[in-house]
């Protein structure tokens, strides 16, 4: 990571964002927070140059929440969405909205996220984050990108919906 390969592209950007997950999950927040400013230089750039690639999108939306930039999270989940509807790829068309529940989870909007994650259950699909395993209700238990919904009622219930007895 010292020196990425450019020819890997995006592929940098997204791996100093995951870098960057794992510092913060490990709780080494200045890390972290180094590693999300090092993806977003290098993501925003190549955004420019791929105006519609949505997984692009994605990975600088995760990155742009992480730094505290809620308004441009927000729009580059939306852009991805409107981009790349579910009504024209029903298998990743979802993927923008997987982002978009993460984002408005963390960024305080709660009713977005749980509506997003209410539709995001109901249907299959193929989602944006390592090994693209769709969100379950188990997933949610565990993902810590949602923990600022753990005591809503409503997401209780969501992950209530499949719970060991």
């Not at 600022?148 to 209530?160: E, G, H, S, T």
Request: aromatic letters at 8%; charged letters at 25%; hydrophobic letters at 45%.
């Amino acid at each position: 990571m010292a020196k990425p390969d450019q020819a890997l592209g995006y592929y940098n950007g997204e791996l100093r964002f995951w870098l960057g997950w794992a510092q913060e999950v490990a709780g080494d927040h200045e890390a972290a927070r180094e590693s999300w400013s090092q993806a977003r230089a290098e993501l925003e750039p190549l955004l420019k140059e791929q105006p519609e690639n949505f997984v692009l999108m994605g990975d600088l939306a995760l990155t742009n929440m992480w730094l505290g930039d809620n308004t441009a999270a927000l729009t580059l989940a939306e852009r991805a969405i409107a981009l790349f509807p579910i009504d024209k790829d029903a298998l990743t068309g979802p993927r923008p909205l997987d982002i978009l529940a993460r984002v408005a989870a963390r960024i305080g909007d709660p009713d977005r996220s749980i509506s997003t994650l209410t539709k995001l259950l109901s249907i299959p699909y193929e989602a944006p984050l390592a090994a693209n395993p769709p969100l379950t209700p188990a997933l949610l238990r565990l993902d810590p990108m949602f923990e600022p919904l753990r005591n809503d009622p409503r997401f209780q219930k969501l992950v209530a919906a499949s719970a060991p007895k």
